[in-house]
């Protein structure tokens, strides 16, 4: 187990380094001036040249990539030169609603996708199997915030449940501001949860094994959560650490529909202040989080699933 | 077409259509047809079939709710929310197009030379796409907007520049079936030169698993694209695009829901039907290469 949960963490520091390598050339080497833009057609070329020298922006590249590694990999990313602040703070000031808010939506995904995706399963082609497949093509197709949207009008503003803006802290707060966003979000991955945990559920019941505790005498309800879910589970846990991208990318659309002050919003903010360093900062940030739940992911399968930790030997 | 190759076939892969498949497409797959089929042609089409200029305003007929005059309503400037809609999915499209048969190309390109190749040329490849895959696209492509400034630029550099990730890895998975098999073998034996191998050999086998996979990544394209348009990071007003309609009408959601809902039943309808041919085509083995 030691041995595979190094190898996994060294496989995945590889990765990290080719997010900061890949990160790094593509904010230089894309067409356009990031000072300039931030400066505003006013700036005179010498203004513009200062602000650069000033950023090191001017270094060779490799001086620059390494300047920028070294800083990231201690965590020291610098100061917003748009907002005189240290991006740290920055992003440490929103980090805490996004991170609700992916939780909730994940918790809302489970809540609703592991019992549609065992009735669908245990009862192939039954009304609960069809209308999740129907459910299934729709919101493959609708845009996330225009499902939020639609939430907002119906639950928000015509009933009247819940605001459809803002954010407040606490439980209640948390209850109040965050449920629908959690919400759209959620639905969207229920579709995940439903599909592949249906599609494991279906092949696991027809394993030998499940005929052999039907055998013993079992009851059907705990053949299916004590037996059958410890492996059909499998393939849900490896999507849904694939779809860690899927959540950070709705999470920035999600927050503007809601208005939440969180790294989506900071984010799109930067982008418009030009302020390309917290821009930087936060890009790396999600390509992180991807990596280290996929590491997570992996490690958890391993602990769940003795095969994954011993093959290859 | 031998069943070997069929049983070969890496895991996701799409079954090409059989003769069973051929004599007659289930309904799904052609009402997912008709669907997309009528909403590419409204887009074509939409200087013609449009009712109203785009970007015509008229105070005297502001926030109006959906008519036989104005099928979705007009917006707080008194424009045709429909006419808007259909030159939105016009511009929508044209760019989707762009943005997923650029970067196709290339990816099955790379991605069977890797498989060719294999080694060490292979696994540095596969390493860069699988940086490429790891990053939240949406994230990426927003990180180049940030250099190029708020606008479509950033968006034809930004989506081709992850793109051919995808399809890289599709073409090479292929690929390393492909060139165990004998006529891919033979291509040695024959003493062709590799790049006449690959080009002229291997390349007409790999594209159609590209293509087919091509209109779900145009959906997931469409999607980025209107997303981007709401956040006020895609198309630049006056330019009519779905996003940026919808986030235009959030401020009147109560006084005039139309605004920003009924254009969003086009991407939903469009999506929709995207699904359906590809659930009949593959029994759903399609979308779940995509999840």
Not at chain 1, 44 to 63: H, M, S
Not at chain 1, 100 to 122: K, R, S
Not at chain 1, 165 to 190: D, F, H, N, Q
Request: hydrophobic residues 50%.
């Amino acid at each position: 187990m030691t041995r595979y949960v190094l190898n996994r963490v060294a496989l995945g520091l590889v990765v990290l380094v080719g997010l900061a390598i890949a990160t790094f050339l593509i904010i230089h080497l894309v067409p356009g001036d990031p000072v300039r833009q931030a400066l505003g057609a006013q700036a005179g070329p010498e203004q513009i040249e200062q602000v650069r020298d000033q950023l090191g922006l001017n270094d060779p590249l490799p001086a620059q990539f390494w300047q920028y590694f070294s800083n990231s990999a201690t965590g020291q990313f610098g100061d917003s030169f748009v907002q005189n602040t240290p991006v740290g703070d920055l992003v440490g000031d929103r980090i805490a609603p996004t991170a609700l808010l992916i939780g909730y939506g994940l918790l809302v995904a489970f809540l609703i996708g592991v019992p549609l995706a065992i009735l669908a399963a245990l009862k192939p082609n039954s009304a609960v199997d069809h209308a999740a497949r129907l459910v299934a093509t729709f919101s493959f197709a609708m845009p996330l915030f225009w499902l939020g949207l639609v939430l907002a009008l119906l639950f928000g503003l015509e009933l009247d449940i819940f605001p459809v803006s803002g954010y407040e802290t606490g439980v209640g707060g948390i209850l109040k501001t965050l449920t629908l966003p959690a919400v759209t979000i959620g639905l969207a991955l229920t579709v995940i949860v439903l599909r592949t945990l249906r599609s494991g559920l279906l092949e696991v019941m027809q394993s030998d094994y499940i005929d052999a505790a039907r055998a013993r005498g079992l009851s059907e309800r705990r053949i299916v959560a004590k037996h059958a879910m410890r492996n059909a589970v499998m393939p849900t846990l490896t999507i849904m650490a694939i779809q860690v991208g899927f959540l950070i990318s709705s999470a920035v659309v999600i927050e503007q529909v809601f208005q939440i002050p969180g790294l989506g919003s900071l984010l799109v903010e930067s982008v418009e202040r030009r302020d390309y360093e917290v821009v930087q900062t936060l890009v790396l940030l999600a390509g992180a989080t991807v990596v280290f739940v996929n590491i997570a992911a992996d490690i958890l399968q391993a602990a769940l699933d003795p095969r994954v930790r011993l093959a290859g030997r | 077409m031998s069943t070997s190759e069929a049983a070969t076939r890496p895991l996701g892969a799409v079954a090409r259509p059989g003769r069973r498949a051929r004599s007659r497409p289930a309904t799904p797959v052609i009402v997912g047809a008709v669907i997309v089929g009528l909403l590419a042609l409204a887009a074509l089409l939409a200087p013609l079939i449009a009712p109203y200029d785009p970007n015509e305003v008229d105070f005297l007929h502001t926030s109006e709710s959906p008519s036989w005059s104005h099928l979705m309503g007009t917006d707080d400037a008194g424009r045709d929310v429909f006419s808007r809609s259909l030159y939105g999915l016009r511009l929508d499209l044209a760019i989707v197009l762009f943005v997923t048969y650029v970067p196709l190309p290339i990816g099955v390109l790379l991605g069977s030379i890797a498989g060719s190749f294999g080694r060490g040329v292979d696994s540095v490849m596969a390493r860069v796409a699988d940086v490429m895959l790891a990053f939240p696209f949406f994230v990426l492509v927003i990180a180049i907007i940030a250099i190029t400034g708020p606008g479509l630029k950033g968006v034809l550099i930004g989506v081709p520049i992850a793109g051919w990730a995808l399809y890289f890895r599709l073409a090479r998975s292929e690929m390393l079936v492909l060139r165990e098999q004998p006529f891919m073998l033979a291509t040695t034996g024959l003493g062709y030169s590799r790049t006449r191998a690959i080009l002229r050999h291997a390349v007409p086998n790999l594209w159609r698993t590209a293509l087919i996979y091509s209109t779900l990544d145009m959906v997931v394209n469409l999607l980025l694209l209107a997303s981007l348009g709401y956040l006020g990071l895609g198309a630049q007003p006056p330019d009519a695009e779905l996003g940026s309609i919808i986030a235009g009408g959030q401020p009147y959601l109560l006084s005039a829901w139309w605004i920003a809902t009924l254009p969003g039943l086009l991407l939903v309808a469009y999506g929709v039907g995207v699904g359906l041919i590809g659930d009949g085509l593959s029994d759903g083995r399609l979308r779940s290469a995509s999840a």
